[in-house]
């Protein structure tokens, strides 16, 4: 297999059979393809796009790069729920927990920070000993004690998406349907789920900025999970605005476990809510339930203690990771606010240092943004419309210039 002429073939717009897919997630998987050559092929496929039939050897060579986590006979059923990524967007750490308080297996194969948008991963590793890698002992023992898992792509599972993830991450070649679907898919084929909400974002913080590109990657994700044997439902949300009232590693978790004490912001926990209710057997009002008597919580930290981390720490994660300087955003006059943008938003905290530029970059998890206002509200002049926290006075003037230009005051 000669990998120039492959990358060669996609950048002319050839479709690529199953075995020279295999090949060449082989080849990556095994440090023989370097990551040049991946990169260029991402590129390609990114212009290129891939078929349908390309599309599911993709994920099924990235599904093979590694195991498969496999389950006794007798096993609750596993369920899970996956967002093609966006700002402010912290379900997965309400929504795991609430559907393993339900009685389901929640098996949760997550990513790190991803362009702009904030990662599962980076988020959870602002909790002090939380581990996020774990080896397949670890995670049957953890899954068997509190009904759910929460860890990343691993040497020995999917680790071609972990491989090709952080690439994607640092050369322009997330937003890809094609690429988005083997990456998700990858991971969730993995989990050797019963069932599977996919939440497909558009809009400005989203990889998709239309409805109709929303709608197209839904398609993908479905029908190539169909013929890889898994169940999948969708639902389809907007992106505009960040979902909650704080984006940023720690500031996230923090609103992440107000949520789960049933004192979170109430878009974020409606839909927690539409997803977790759209997967499991119970209705969403009895999945409610969970968040207002306590039961989310404490599953929460079952979970965060069994994966080590320390749940002392959880209600302290503001002084944990205080940023140095904290600088509020004030309305300069009244008005109604009509617009909070989510890329512009999720730009600020990526600058502030919550993401990475470079694959090797650290992340800072206490920056960020917090108790940004939501569209629709009225404001007065001197009103706090967000809060920043900063690594410095430069860096949160230059995070206040890159917000302000995604509010809107009528
Ligand atoms: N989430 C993933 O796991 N992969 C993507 O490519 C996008 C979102």
């Known amino acids: 297999m000669h990998i120039p002429s492959l990358i060669a073939a996609k950048r002319d717009g050839a479709v690529l059979t199953r075995e020279e897919i295999r090949a060449v997630i082989t080849a990556f998987t095994s440090g023989e ?11 390609a496929i990114y212009f290129r796009g891939m078929s349908a039939e390309e599309t599911a050897a993709l994920t099924e060579a990235m599904l093979h790069s590694g195991s498969t986590l496999e389950w006794p006979a007798q096993a609750p059923m596993r369920i899970d729920k996956h967002s093609t990524g966006g700002i402010g967007d912290k379900t997965s750490l ?19 920070g991803l362009g702009i ?17 774990l080896d397949e002992a670890e995670i049957h023992r953890v899954i068997e004690k509190t009904g759910c898992v929460l860890i990343g792509q691993t040497e020995s599972i999917c680790p071609a998406d972990k491989k090709l993830y952080s690439l994607r991450d640092v050369t322009g070649t ?31 913080g989203a990889f998709m900025r239309t409805y109709e590109e929303a709608k197209a990657l839904a398609q993908s994700m479905v029908s190539t999970a169909k013929v890889l044997g898994l169940k999948a439902s969708v639902h389809i949300n907007a992106m505009n605005e960040p979902t909650g009232h704080a984006a940023g590693n720690a500031l996230e978790v923090i609103e992440a476990i107000e949520c789960l004490q049933g004192r979170g912001p109430q878009d974020l926990e409606e839909i927690c809510l539409n997803l977790a209710g759209a997967v499991s057997i119970s209705s969403r009002e009895h999945l409610r339930g969970f968040l207002h008597d306590g039961s989310a919580w404490r599953k929460f930290q079952e979970i965060v203690a069994a994966q080590g981390g320390d749940a002392s720490k959880l209600e302290k994660l503001a002084q944990v990771h205080r940023a140095p300087v904290i600088r ?3 309305a300069d006059r009244s008005g109604m606010l ?17 993401g990475r530029s470079k694959a090797s ?8 943004v917090d108790r940004l206002a939501k569209t629709g509200t ?16 430069a860096a949160a003037e230059a995070a206040e210039h890159t917000l302000r230009e995604g509010i809107t005051l009528e």
């Open 33 to 43: 393809m370097p990551d040049y050559q991946m990169s260029a092929l991402a590129m």
């Open 94 to 112: 309400i929504i795991a927990p609430l559907l393993a308080c339900d009685g389901a297996w929640v098996p949760m194969i997550s990513g790190r």
């Open 117 to 133: 948008t904030g990662g599962t991963l980076d988020k959870l590793e602002s909790i002090p000993g939380f581990r996020t890698r």
């Open 174 to 204: 997330v937003p890809s349907i094609p690429l988005i679907t083997a990456s998700i898919l990858s991971k969730k084929l993995a989990e050797g789920l019963d069932r599977l909400i996919l939440d497909v974002k558009h809009g400005t």
């Open 328 to 330: 509020e955003v004030r």
């Open 338 to 354: 009509t617009r909070v943008d989510a890329y512009q938003t999720g730009l600020a905290v990526l600058n502030l240092g919550a």
């Open 361 to 368: 970059d650290p992340v800072d998890f206490a920056v960020g």
């Open 378 to 393: 009225q404001q007065h002049a001197g009103d706090v419309l967000a809060r920043i926290h900063a690594r410095s006075e």
